[in-house]
C-alpha cells in the first residue's frame, strides 16, 4: 500500500534550526515534494527531490535517501512567519501526489 | 491578478442541496485537480483532468461529479450535499510532462453543509 508518516506537531524556537521527518512508502516513486501550508490557506511549494541527496535553497534544504524511503525538511533561522504545517508529497508512478497529513511547526518567541 | 482562483470562497449550506464550485487559471495548465482538506488528514483527491477529455476519478470520488469546461475551468459539484462533504475544498492545476513541475493551488473553498 501507500503510506507516508510525519511527526504530527513540533515546537521550535525563533532562530533555531529544525528538521521535519517523512518516511513514505509508494508504488513506485517518481520524486518528493515538500510544501508550507499556513492555516487557512493553500499549500504553497518549497522543494523537490529526485535524486538522493541534500537541496538547499535558502534557509530550508530538503534530503531524500530513496533507499530508506526516508526524506527531511531543514528549516534554519526560524523566523515567527515559520508557524505552518508542512506536508511530504512523493509522486507516485502515476505521476499522482501522495499527501501526508502534514506536521505543524509551532514557533516560539 | 491570481493565477488560480476558486468561487465561492466560502459556502454555507442545507443536507440535499446541489453545490457547485468553480476553478479558473491563467496558468495555461492542461493538468487541473480538485482535492479536499479535513482536519488531521492529508489531501484527498477527488478528481482530475488532464486535458478536456480526459477526466479520472480520484480516491474518494462517490458523491461528487466533476466538468471541465475549457483548459482554463474545472467545476467540482456535489449534487446532495452531506454533512460529512464539510471540508476545505481545493483547486489546483499542474503543467504537463515533467516529473518536477509543481502543483499551484487555489486559495480553496470552505464549504459547510449543516
Not at chain 1, 501550508?37 to 534530503?63: C, I, M, W
Not at chain 2, 484527498?44 to 483532468?49: A, F, G, T
Request: proline share 4%.
Amino acid at each position: 500500500g501507500q503510506n507516508i508518516d510525519q511527526p504530527t506537531e513540533m515546537t521550535a524556537t525563533e532562530g533555531a534550526i529544525v528538521q521535519i521527518n517523512c518516511t513514505y512508502q509508494t508504488s513506485g516513486f517518481n520524486g518528493l515534494f515538500w510544501y508550507q501550508q499556513h492555516a487557512g490557506e493553500a499549500p504553497t511549494f518549497l522543494s523537490y527531490n529526485v535524486l538522493d541527496g541534500l537541496e538547499e535553497k535558502g534557509r530550508f534544504s530538503s534530503f531524500l535517501s530513496r533507499s530508506k524511503g526516508y526524506s527531511y525538511l531543514l528549516l534554519k533561522e526560524l523566523q515567527m512567519k515559520d508557524s505552518a504545517s508542512y506536508l511530504c508529497a512523493p509522486e507516485g508512478s502515476n505521476y499522482q501526489l501522495i499527501w501526508g497529513a502534514g506536521t505543524k511547526l509551532i514557533i516560539k518567541p | 491578478d491570481a493565477d488560480v482562483t476558486q468561487t465561492p470562497r466560502n459556502r454555507i449550506t442545507k443536507t440535499g442541496k446541489r453545490i457547485m464550485l468553480e476553478c479558473s487559471q491563467t496558468k495555461g495548465h492542461d493538468r487541473m485537480y480538485w482535492y479536499r482538506q479535513d482536519p488531521g488528514l492529508g489531501l484527498r483527491l477527488i478528481y482530475y483532468s488532464f486535458d478536456v477529455k480526459d477526466i479520472n476519478k480520484g480516491e474518494i470520488s462517490d458523491g461528487y461529479s466533476v466538468s471541465r469546461q475549457a483548459q482554463a475551468k474545472f467545476s467540482l459539484s456535489l449534487e446532495s450535499a452531506i454533512p460529512n462533504q464539510t471540508a476545505l475544498y481545493f483547486c489546483a492545476t499542474r503543467d504537463s510532462g515533467r516529473a518536477e513541475d509543481t502543483q499551484y493551488f487555489g486559495p480553496g473553498t470552505r464549504l459547510t453543509v449543516l
